[in-house]
């Protein structure tokens, strides 16, 4: 069984892996930032950096909108981080923003630790997909 999006996943954790051994550990997150931007453009890997999402309340579409670091591929949410260690907030925050902005996958990538590290998380409560499906969400490693 193939995983959601995995070709557009693997895609980016190789462009951020790349980012990660070119520059090591150290630097703020946004110079990671900008380097994974040169790297999507040298991937060729559909992007929009800092991208505004629209967030959802009880089906209606509030006023305040989510700044995503990356948008990859119209579909896939990508967090950054540059921390010595990702907590269960951070997992948390990228889930709500799954959940807020109806969006199926997200990535977090953490870029401050000496091995890079990412997790696929899904929202498989996707209103797009099934309006009525329970508030089942899961991390997918």
Do not use: W
Request: aromatic share 10%.
């Amino acid at each position: 069984m193939s995983l959601l999006y995995e070709y557009e996943t693997y895609s980016i954790i190789g462009a951020a892996i790349e980012v990660h051994k070119e520059l090591g550990a150290g630097f703020l997150e946004s110079v990671y930032q900008e380097a994974l931007e040169k790297e999507f453009i040298l991937r060729e890997i559909p992007f929009k950096r800092e991208a505004s999402i629209n967030i959802f309340y009880k089906g209606e579409v509030l006023r305040k909108t989510y700044i995503a670091d990356f948008i990859c591929y119209d579909k896939i949410i990508l967090e950054l981080k540059a921390l010595s260690a990702l907590t269960n907030e951070h997992f948390a925050q990228i889930l709500n923003y799954l959940i807020a902005t109806q969006t199926k996958i997200g990535l977090l990538i953490n870029f401050g630790k000496n091995s890079l590290e990412h997790k696929r998380i899904i929202n498989e409560n996707n209103i797009r997909d099934n309006p009525r499906k329970s508030a089942d969400q899961k991390e997918v490693p």
